[in-house]
Every structure is written in structure tokens, then in C-alpha cells.
């Protein structure tokens, strides 16, 4: 009887232990789902097409009377910008930097104190960093189709000096640097020339197509239109290069053909990563792997300028100051500076950093204007 007694007794103490751990278990539940919290806030995100504040820097001529247009911007960071372009004056005053407060005027020939010995005439620039920025053009008369017309141009950090190497006729128009040993440059008859660090290796894709480059280091595209040919049998092509292969054809079509359809971009190449680029035309293009889309046809305006600072950001211009923006989904235009309406024009050097953009735009003969905004 003892024994059962002392078991019934046991089991009682058990259970009563189980029986307050419920209980503490419970009130602590009911005191948690009871308390009152903050709310919870979520993260201020930046709107996917950005509003822009615009501040404009115009740039006189200082030889007035002579015309002025500024067609490139490229900089290594928002206070080491460059702009350059075509100046009347004998292209003294066809380079300009941007130091974060102003714009100052970079001699480059010997007319104004500078190193080269002729009138200069600048079309492209580009850089991998503030001690390889890389300029080309062509020299002598501005309607010059010498031979031996074009000019190339290289900053290393203290100085800018001539770039010696094989010149190539109607002057050089457009380069891609990819960094100090792989840069490409493209001429106005067909022309590409890379240089590897020591050597340049020159390529003739097509005499009658004027070289418009860009890509990345997994591929690089070549292409543009028939400018120095009769208007009538005039056409369009794009080549391309990946990387330790040959130039490919990968597009071709007359220019009448080309205009009515919208088949493929021919300027301006962008990287998305993944093999996926934007590439300018009538519209904007998006090329991935082999195929070719209509990415923008809102309008018929030809897009030149494709610049961004990843796949989920990326500006687009027109000479009729339109200014398109990509957030990874689709395409908005954005406010452009007040006033510009249709009249001055956008003059085709866009550069964006973080959150900022640089725009050259045509304001009169002998006047431009830089529109720096921030977003």
C-alpha cells in the first residue's frame, strides 16, 4: 500500500511540473504576441527612372567667330572630365577638362602652345583610367581626306603626347579602350587597328564602311554606314570579333532597306553582361548571342550614344534631345534641361558616373553648353 502511495505521489509531482512548464510556455507566448512593436519600415529605394536636376556649364569659344562643337565626354571621375570635339580655329580650343569646379581649355596645338603642328579636328575619346585616356581625329583641313589625315592622341597622367603609328585616310572616328594593353580604334574606310601594349595590328573589314566601336572584352563590334560612297547604292554593316577570334560579318543591308525595316543597331555598343548588348540606330537595339531586337521604337530618332552604369541602368541620346533611360525592364524619357525643347541640340557626348551625367549639346556657332546632372 506504502508503495502505491509514494508511486501515485510521484506521478502528482510529475504531472504538476509538466503542467506549470505549459503554463509558463503559454503566458510567455501571449506576452510576446502582445507587445507592441514599431512597424517596420521599408527601405527607401530610388525610383527606377530617375527625375534629374540639371546645372549647365557654357563654354565659349575663346576665339570667337569660329564655330564650336564638343561631340565626346569621357572622364575617370566627375572632377577629371574631358570634352572634345571640332573648333573653326584651327581646332585650337578642341579640348577642354573639367576639374569639379570649371572648365579649362587643353593646348594641344602648337597655335595656342600645344604639341601638334596643325589644325586638329577630334571625333572620339575614351580611357580605362586618369593615366590612359586615349583621343582620335584627324589633322590638317577639316574637309581633309589625305592619306595620312588621321591623328591619335594619348594622356598617361601628366601629359598628353602623340600616339606614332600607321595614319589611315579621313582621319580616325571612333576607339573602345578596354584598358592600357587592348585598345581598338576604328577609321573612316574600314580601318580597325588594335594595340596590345607594345604594337598596333591593323584590320581592313570594308573600305567604304565608316568604324563605329564598342563591346567589351568577351566581344567587340565594328560597324556604321557608307558616308564617302553614291547616296544611291549606299548600305549598312556590323562586324564582329570575340575575344582570340577573327572579324565576323554579322549583319548587312542597304541603307534604303535598312531605314524601312529596323533591322539591327550599327553605333554605339553597350555591354549588359551575359553576352547581351544595347546598340544605337534608328531606335535601340538589344543583341544577344546571334539575334537582334527592337529593344526601343517609340520613335524613328537615331540613338548615338548608349552610356550606363550597369545592366539596370543605362542612358541613351538623340540628337533631338531625346533622352531615353533603361532600369533593367523598360524604356522612359527623362526630363531633359528646361528650355532646350528641340533647338539647340544635343551634340552626342554623353558620359554617366554613379549618379551623374554629362551631356554636350550645341547651344549656338561659337557656343556650347555641358549639362552636368544628378540623380
Not at 589625315?149 to 576607339?175: A, P, T
Not at 560579318?249 to 555591354?271: A, I
Not at 546571334?290 to 541620346?317: C, E, H, K, M
Request: glycine content about 14%.
Amino acid at each position: 500500500m506504502g508503495h502505491l502511495l509514494l508511486s501515485y505521489s510521484n506521478n502528482s509531482i510529475s504531472l504538476m511540473k509538466k503542467a506549470l512548464l505549459i503554463l509558463s510556455i503559454l503566458l510567455s507566448v501571449y506576452a510576446i504576441t502582445c507587445r507592441k512593436e514599431p512597424p517596420i519600415v521599408p527601405p527607401t529605394l530610388p525610383p527606377s527612372h530617375p527625375t534629374i536636376s540639371w546645372v549647365a556649364d557654357t563654354i565659349h569659344n575663346p576665339y570667337g567667330g569660329s564655330q564650336l562643337s564638343l561631340s565626346s565626354i569621357w572622364g575617370s571621375d566627375t572632377n577629371d572630365v574631358y570634352a572634345i570635339g571640332f573648333n573653326g580655329a584651327g581646332g585650337n580650343a578642341s579640348l577642354y577638362h573639367y576639374d569639379g569646379k570649371k572648365w579649362n581649355v587643353v593646348k594641344i596645338t602648337q597655335g595656342e602652345g600645344g604639341f601638334i603642328g596643325s589644325d586638329v579636328d577630334f571625333n572620339n575619346m575614351d580611357g580605362s583610367g586618369k593615366n590612359d585616356i586615349w583621343a582620335v581625329g584627324s589633322r590638317g583641313s577639316y574637309y581633309g581626306s589625305n592619306i595620312d589625315s588621321s591623328l591619335v592622341i594619348h594622356y598617361d597622367g601628366s601629359r598628353w603626347s602623340e600616339v606614332l603609328m600607321q595614319r589611315c585616310k579621313s582621319g580616325m572616328v571612333s576607339l573602345k579602350v578596354l584598358g592600357p594593353n587592348d585598345v581598338y580604334l576604328g577609321g573612316a574606310h574600314g580601318e580597325v587597328y588594335h594595340y596590345d601594349g607594345s604594337t598596333f595590328t591593323k584590320t581592313i573589314l570594308d573600305t567604304n564602311v565608316t568604324i563605329s566601336l564598342g563591346g567589351d572584352d568577351n566581344r567587340i563590334f565594328a560597324g556604321g554606314d557608307t558616308y564617302y560612297i553614291d547616296p544611291a547604292v549606299r548600305y549598312v554593316s556590323v562586324y564582329s570579333k570575340l575575344n582570340g577570334g577573327p572579324w565576323l560579318l554579322l549583319k548587312t543591308t542597304s541603307e534604303v532597306k535598312f531605314f524601312q525595316q529596323r533591322m539591327f543597331g550599327y553605333n554605339d555598343y553597350f555591354p549588359l553582361g551575359g553576352g547581351n548588348y544595347f546598340c544605337g540606330g534608328e531606335g535601340v537595339y538589344l543583341f544577344s548571342d546571334s539575334t537582334w531586337q527592337l529593344s526601343y521604337s517609340q520613335d524613328d530618332y537615331t540613338y548615338g550614344r548608349i552610356r550606363g552604369t550597369g545592366p539596370t541602368n543605362v542612358f541613351a541620346i538623340s540628337a533631338f534631345n531625346r533622352l531615353l533611360h533603361w532600369d533593367g525592364a523598360d524604356w522612359k524619357l527623362l526630363n531633359i534641361p528646361e528650355g532646350l525643347g528641340n533647338n539647340p541640340a544635343f551634340g552626342g557626348g554623353l558620359w554617366v558616373k554613379g549618379n551623374k551625367i554629362f551631356i554636350s549639346c550645341l547651344y549656338g556657332f561659337d557656343v556650347n553648353i555641358i549639362y552636368r546632372g544628378s540623380y
